[in-house]
Structures are given as structure tokens and as C-alpha cells.
């Protein structure tokens, strides 16, 4: 079946560092590729997507592209602030409609 | 995007009884998903909710223990039965998005058992 794997976090920055959250993932045929973000006592929120090979998303300073070569979607910001300290998820949705599948979630945590 | 509202925010239940949540959408949908996110971990496809129809259960879920209705195509419940310390957890109500490219979550519903 389909599967998300993501790095493990946390992971600690520094403001105005750079941040690369890899994600990899396994699906049959050609899904649908996504970030989330969850903030401190909040729900998910869409963060960026690609719905097809060398598609670039892209949100808020953050960065993605989906690389059906390496099925990669790896998230990167040039520029981190403290305000992007959340848990970042990795997900796909494949075939079966928008049923998603998540990798295990990032937490990342930014220091003034 | 799709605005969802999810009630209650949270509650702390006591074992052996039962929650229902409620998640209502500003538009009209025709698949409705229903997630658990577990402490510190990721999350986990309970059951998806069509209009007219029975729920259809992921691995590891059943009805008896999360029945859920669909009444019209925007609005949904799910019921925690029978609620063990185990079952606390963030539960959040999921909708498609337009074109069927995204998906757009409630904010949860945050479920303690004691």
C-alpha cells in the first residue's frame, strides 16, 4: 500500500536559518503530494502541494518539488522565524480519492 | 477552500461512556473523512463518510466502536463508544477539496478518557 516516510524530528534551528524536511514516499500510479503544518494547540493546514511530476509548491517562504525519479517531495525555507516553529506533515493522496496518507510528522522548532 | 467546524473543541470523558463529534461544513461535499491523531504521533484514517451510504472502515477501526452518520453532504458525526484511556486523542474531520486536489481539516477534537 502507500506510504509517507519522513525525517524524525526535532529539529532545532536558529532564526533565519535554513530548513530541509525530507519526505520520500511510495504509491502506485501518480498521486497527489502534499504539506501540512500543525501549530502549537491547532488543526492541520494546508500548507503547499503538487499534483504532478516537476511540480514546484510553494507557500510562505516554503518550497517543494515532486520528484517522481527519487519520489521525493523534500520541503525547504531559505529563512525560518520563531512564528514557523509547528509540526510539518508529509502526505499523499493516490487513487482512492482525497483518502491521505501521512508520514510521521516533523516537529520543528526555531530559537530567536 | 472548504470552512469546518468541529464540536466540541475538547472533553474529558469518563471511561465506559461515550462522545459524539460533530463536524459541519460550509459547502456541499461528497466525501467526508474522519482521522485520529494519537499523542505525539501522526494520523491515522479512521473511517470515509458518503452521503446515502455506510461509513467505510480503514483496518483496524470498526463500526461498533466508531459508528458515524452522514445525514447530508455537509454535515457528519462520529461516535467514540465505550471510551478507554486509549482512546484519547485528537480526532479531526477531514473534507475534499475543490477539483479533488487537497484536503481541508477541522480543528480537531481534542478527547481525554480518565
Same mark, same amino acid.
Given at each position: ?13 536558529? @532564526? @533565519? ?24 494547540? @491547532? ?25 517522481? @525519479? ?43 | ?6 464540536? %466540541? &473543541? ?13 463536524? *459541519? ?11 485520529? *491523531? *494519537? %499523542?505525539?504521533? &501522526? ?7 458518503? *452521503? ?32 478507554? %484511556? ?29
Amino acid at each position: 500500500g502507500d506510504s509517507v516516510t519522513q525525517m524524525e524530528g526535532p529539529v532545532t534551528l536558529s @532564526e @533565519e536559518a535554513f530548513l530541509t524536511i525530507n519526505c520520500t514516499y511510495t504509491a502506485t500510479g501518480y498521486p497527489s503530494l502534499f504539506w501540512y503544518v500543525q501549530y502549537p494547540g @491547532e488543526g492541520l493546514q494546508l500548507l503547499l502541494k503538487a499534483t504532478k511530476a516537476d511540480d514546484k509548491g510553494s507557500n510562505k517562504g516554503f518550497e517543494a518539488t515532486y520528484r517522481k @525519479e527519487t519520489t521525493s517531495f523534500h520541503l525547504e525555507k531559505g529563512s525560518v522565524q520563531v512564528s514557523d516553529s509547528a509540526v510539518y506533515f508529509c502526505a499523499l493522496s493516490g487513487a482512492a480519492g482525497n483518502k491521505l496518507t501521512f508520514g510521521g510528522g516533523t516537529r520543528v522548532l526555531v530559537k530567536p | 477552500s472548504a470552512v469546518i467546524s468541529q464540536k %466540541p &473543541s475538547r472533553d474529558i470523558c469518563q471511561r465506559g461512556t461515550s462522545l459524539t463529534i460533530q463536524c *459541519q461544513v460550509d459547502s456541499q461535499v461528497t466525501m467526508m473523512f474522519w482521522y485520529r *491523531q *494519537q %499523542p505525539g504521533q &501522526s494520523l491515522t484514517l479512521i473511517a470515509t463518510a458518503n *452521503q446515502g451510504s455506510e461509513a467505510t472502515y480503514e483496518s483496524g477501526f470498526v463500526i461498533d466502536k466508531f459508528p458515524i452518520s452522514r445525514p447530508n453532504l455537509t454535515f457528519s458525526t462520529l461516535t467514540v463508544s465505550n471510551m478507554s %484511556p486509549e482512546d484519547s486523542s485528537i480526532y479531526l474531520c477531514s473534507v475534499e477539496g475543490h477539483l479533488n486536489t487537497e484536503a481541508f481539516f477541522g480543528q480537531g477534537t481534542r478527547l481525554t478518557v480518565v
